[in-house]
């Protein structure tokens, strides 16, 4: 629906994603942190949009963190289908290797002939007792870059609800993923989250961070008023009188002011 993608006022975030997107900005990790309900994911779904009608180069590969379901097996499994397996030669030569220095690998396919390509990435990441599986995770992002680097695809991800995966997750991204990004002049990584990564050494000098702030001036809220081709309640009462009204009435909270928009009878309907 066109009002879950209306923005007020980030137009300095949607210009820094334009120049991140270009081919010699030196910036490949974009952070956006805010409280709930200060319009990220509505932002994150105006960043893609964006990119789609202005930087088609790119390749998009969007991940919804939402639930603390995701782990390190499910966004290699994502981008090894968004990619295409058969293009990542040192992937698969990497999970081979990882196969063959398993523990925990001489104990399930013992008797076994064969095992396919995602059960062997399973069976590596799954937890064990001597922590091998945070190698091989190591290792396999290695891999995986390079073959990013080889096949030269401009790649844009997006990252959403950080703060809900887990913490081994997180540690991974923050301290193998991103250092590997910065190193390539390719990739791009939006993510957002009432958490986000704190930056490092190794990464911190690609990284821009924005702490989203919610839009609480009536005029900023006007074009989404004029967008949905809402009415206001009485006629004596103007668009920017009622969102003034509403502004102060909700402070700090730009999804409430949304809704109190979304709510208003269409112009179309009040004829």
Same mark, same amino acid.
């Given at each position: 629906?066109?009002?879950?993608?209306? !923005?007020?006022?980030?137009?300095?975030?949607?210009?820094?994603?334009?120049?991140?997107?270009?081919?010699?900005?030196?910036?490949?990790?974009?952070?956006?942190?805010?409280?709930?309900?200060?319009?990220?994911?509505?932002?994150?779904?105006?960043?893609?949009?964006?990119?789609?009608?202005?930087?088609?180069?790119?390749?998009?590969?969007?991940?919804?963190?939402?639930?603390?379901?995701?782990?390190?097996?499910?966004? *290699?499994?994502?981008?090894?289908?968004? !990619?295409?397996?058969?293009?990542?030669?040192?992937?698969?030569?990497?999970?081979?290797?990882?196969?063959?220095?398993?523990?925990?690998?001489?104990?399930?396919?013992?008797?076994?002939? *064969?095992?396919? *390509?995602?059960?062997?990435?399973?069976?590596?990441?799954?937890?064990?007792?001597?922590?091998?599986?945070?190698?091989?995770?190591?290792?396999?992002?290695?891999?995986?870059?390079?073959?990013?680097?080889?096949?030269?695809?401009?790649?844009?991800?997006?990252?959403?609800?950080?703060?809900?995966?887990?913490?081994?997750?997180?540690?991974?991204?923050?301290?193998?993923?991103?250092?590997?990004?910065?190193?390539?002049?390719?990739?791009?990584?939006?993510?957002?989250?009432?958490?986000?990564?704190?930056?490092?050494?190794?990464?911190?000098?690609?990284?821009?961070?924005?702490?989203?702030?919610?839009?609480?001036?009536?005029?900023?809220?006007?074009?989404?008023?004029?967008?949905?081709?809402?009415?206001?309640?009485?006629?004596?009462?103007?668009?920017?009188?009622?969102?003034?009204?509403?502004?102060?009435?909700?402070?700090?909270?730009?999804?409430?002011?949304?809704?109190?928009?979304?709510?208003?009878?269409?112009?179309?309907?009040?004829?």
């Amino acid at each position: 629906m066109l009002s879950q993608h209306l !923005l007020a006022n980030h137009k300095q975030e949607l210009q820094a994603f334009k120049e991140f997107l270009l081919p010699n900005s030196e910036c490949r990790i974009l952070l956006f942190e805010a409280e709930s309900g200060m319009g990220k994911t509505t932002l994150l779904h105006n960043l893609k949009a964006l990119a789609r009608r202005e930087f088609t180069h790119y390749q998009i590969v969007s991940f919804d963190l939402k639930g603390n379901s995701i782990g390190i097996l499910e966004l *290699f499994y994502k981008l090894g289908e968004e !990619l295409d397996w058969d293009n990542l030669k040192f992937f698969s030569a990497a999970i081979e290797e990882c196969v063959k220095n398993s523990t925990q690998f001489n104990v399930n396919i013992k008797g076994n002939s *064969f095992i396919g *390509f995602q059960n062997k990435l399973q069976v590596l990441l799954q937890e064990d007792g001597n922590q091998q599986h945070k190698f091989f995770a190591f290792e396999l992002t290695k891999a995986l870059f390079k073959d990013l680097k080889s096949l030269q695809i401009p790649l844009l991800i997006f990252l959403d609800t950080y703060q809900q995966v887990s913490k081994e997750v997180q540690e991974w991204i923050e301290h193998h993923f991103l250092s590997q990004v910065a190193k390539n002049a390719q990739l791009r990584i939006v993510i957002a989250g009432q958490q986000v990564p704190a930056d490092n050494i190794e990464w911190g000098a690609f990284c821009t961070s924005y702490l989203l702030k919610p839009a609480m001036n009536p005029q900023d809220w006007l074009t989404v008023f004029d967008a949905l081709k809402r009415k206001t309640p009485t006629q004596e009462t103007t668009p920017l009188g009622f969102l003034d009204t509403v502004c102060r009435c909700y402070p700090n909270q730009p999804e409430s002011i949304k809704q109190m928009i979304e709510g208003l009878t269409k112009c179309d309907e009040a004829l």
